[in-house]
């Protein structure tokens, strides 16, 4: 949460949203739902790691399972992390073409 406060704020936050025509929203709108069309299975992905980590840790050599773990939390949180800033990148453009 900290890192999405720290790019919410240099971004400079709500007061950077362009309010834009029907062109500009309504390729957000496309942009937006394709962004969140790729980004969602590698979500699942890394959920089902961690589920599957939880829940075998007999099946990895090590006495613990937080190394296995930590790595598939890492692929969850860039995947948030990915999806948040890209949405805050779109919301802050003022054209169509930079925001496809």
């Given amino acids: ?47 089902g790691l961690m589920v599957y980590v939880k829940n075998n840790r007999r099946n990895f050599n090590q006495s613990s399972n937080s190394t296995p773990f930590l790595i598939a939390l890492m692929k969850f949180v860039a995947g948030v992390a990915t999806e948040v800033v890209n949405i805050l990148m779109i919301v802050q453009s003022s054209d169509v073409s930079s925001v496809v």
Wanted: contains cysteine.
């Fill in 1 to 47: 949460m900290l890192l999405i406060y720290f790019i919410f704020a240099e971004s400079g936050g709500i007061s950077s949203v362009v309010t834009g025509t029907y062109e500009l929203n309504f390729s957000r709108v496309i942009c937006g739902y394709l962004l969140h069309y790729n980004i969602i299975p590698e979500v699942r992905c890394a959920l």
